[in-house]
């Protein structure tokens, strides 16, 4: 698995697409391939190697990093093993994406980004003879293979583009992590700090970077917490002077430090007034095809009531934090498939980036509409 060197450097950004497959464009992709520094000695022995997509360059990410990702980020990761140990010969597996598509996540890694990992994947394969199997990962959407390359998956909002890096624990921004168990691996996802997305069934860990709380829903299983302890006491050994409480939901009172982190937004507080204190209106959009075309309005603002949910058709609920997808039992096809990426563009375009989502079917219950409904 080694390419070739001083070869003469091609701008693939130039290349003509019409060339597309043909035996030219594969040797333009490996002259490219053998131009970008990050290439070289990579595949040279089995493990893992991984780069991020930085401004449309291909950086290494640190070693101490790896199993950590951020969601605004695009990654290449390349696994190289031995199946034979008789022979010397190496194989090479190569996984491009992770940027996270979940609605919750709305400020994604720019499209482009997306486009230079999956070239750049293509370049690496070609820099090794095309002898990689490459594969497309998906956040949330880990295939069992690509988990087996890490012993924990951890997420944390931003990326290269918000200048994460390692803060001073004095000036350390709070952050909110959820812990998940999947088989023998837990998979560390950051949430938002709001007090309503703690719950009985979870393991959660705070990082205040001074002092972590790892807190545990009475209802969690042992293995989440197990998990939790084992990456609380990661980042106290990156951080010696940290820090560490462990919290038990039943002998943790309201008025605990953890809870007073937390934020409660007015919209998370029951409420029946159709503005709530920070001054986000209640709307209702319509979204239908009836016309021919697929007509996206708005039909009521502040008070919305029940009987505006009409069966043929789908609507976006703006509760004036979060966002619901109301899907009627006889929307056509396109209104269903429509919803969730209306939802989607009308919060990036507004002030809700990091709004969370619901898609609900006529039938299906929900708390969150049955309280802002009027009947």
Known sequence: MS?????????????????FGSDLEKNIKKASGETEPAWEN???????????????????????????FYSGDSYIILHTYQPDPNSP??????????????????????????????????????????????????????????????????????????????????????????????????????????RKNINSSDVFIMD???????????????????SAVAYCQQLRSERPKTRL???EEDSTPETHDFYEKLIIEECDVEEEAAVDLSGN????????????KMDFELIA?????????????????????????????NASSAEKKCGLQYAQTYVMQGTKRLASFTVLNEGQKSELLEKILVA
């Open 208 to 226: 205040l970077g001074h002092k972590i709380y790892q807190f545990n829903g009475a209802n969690c299983s042992e293995d989440e917490k197990l």
């Open 89 to 194: 010969a190496l194989h090479g597996m190569c996984t491009s994406g992770l940027a996270n598509t979940a609605p919750r996540f709305v400020e994604l890694c720019p499209l482009d980004e997306n486009e230079t990992a999956a070239y750049k994947t293509v370049e690496l394969d070609a820099y090794h003879n095309d002898a990689l199997v490459q594969h497309r990962e998906v956040q949330d959407h880990e295939s069992l293979l690509f988990k087996s390359y890490f012993d924990n998956l951890v997420y944390m909002d931003g990326g290269v583009d918000s200048g994460f890096g390692h803060a001073d624990p004095t000036k350390y921004e709070p952050r909110l992590f959820l812990v998940k168990q999947s088989g023998r691996q837990a998979q560390i996802k950051q949430i938002p700090m709001r």
């Open 301 to 329: 603002e502040g008070t919305i009531f029940k009987r505006s949910l009409d069966t043929n058709d789908a609507f976006i609920v703006d509760t004036g934090c979060d966002v619901v997808v109301w899907v009627g039992a």
């Open 42 to 68: 990579s595949g040279a022995k089995p493990g893992t190697e991984i780069w991020r997509i930085e401004k449309f360059k291909v950086k290494h990410w640190p070693k101490e990093e790896y199993g950590n």
């Open 3 to 19: 390419g070739l060197r001083k070869a003469k450097e091609y701008d693939w950004k130039e290349s003509n697409l019409s060339l």
């Open 281 to 292: 209106m209640r709307k209702l959009f319509k979204l239908s095809d009836a016309s021919g």
């Open 245 to 247: 409480d462990c919290l």
